[in-house]
């Protein structure tokens, strides 16, 4: 599954902004064995996440995440799985409490690396995340709140954008999204 990713991470194509990882992500899957597990800490691991949108393609599932304290897509950690596609999967299902979910698009629709605090709850010290990120479509905008979670909201693009404030790649995600459903 690490080639397959690797080789996913070679044909994309994507925005500037984002095509500038590609190297780093690809660097730490030629070099840290242990890039799929949580405590890889130097520089940080892989992680899967998803954009969910519901099955008409005109709203999004934004999550208020408890840790972060601000809305977001869905996602989490591989803990070892290398198939970051089933991991983004995994994550939005137990996030959002919606089992009939599938994918919009087929490969990966967005990269980024962000840099996750010191958790001294948690034991971690700071670090990165080198998260893929997958377009996902839920048949239902029936949800349940997760204990990882502070709210859950179906928004419009525009709703979305005023949420997610500052965030630049947030916004990036949520662009590429309304420029598909246009």
């Known amino acids: 599954m690490r080639y397959h990713l690797m ?17 780093d992500v690809l660097h730490l899957l030629n070099t840290k064995e242990n890039c799929f597990y949580r405590d890889c800490f130097d520089p940080g691991h892989i992680t899967g996440s998803a954009l969910l949108i ?28 290398e198939d970051i596609k089933a991991v983004a999967w995994r994550e939005t299902i137990e996030e959002s409490g919606i089992q009939d979910i599938n994918f919009f698009k087929q490969g990966i629709f967005d990269i980024d690396i962000h840099l996750v605090p010191e958790n001294s709850h948690k034991k971690e010290k700071a670090h990165f995340h080198y998260d893929i990120k997958f377009l ?5 905008e029936e949800f349940h709140l997760s204990d990882e979670s502070v709210d859950l909201k179906w928004c419009s693009y525009e709703q979305a954008q005023e949420l997610v404030q500052n965030d630049q790649p947030m916004k990036r995600v949520l662009s590429k999204w309304h420029n598909l459903s246009l």
């Open 136 to 140: 996902l479509q839920a048949n239902t």
């Open 54 to 81: 519901n099955a008409t393609s005109d709203k999004v599932l934004l999550n208020h995440h408890k840790i972060f304290d601000k809305w977001m897509n869905f996602g989490g950690h591989a803990d070892g799985q």
């Open 7 to 23: 080789k996913e991470l070679e044909a994309y194509e994507g925005q500037a902004d984002e095509m500038k990882f590609i190297p």
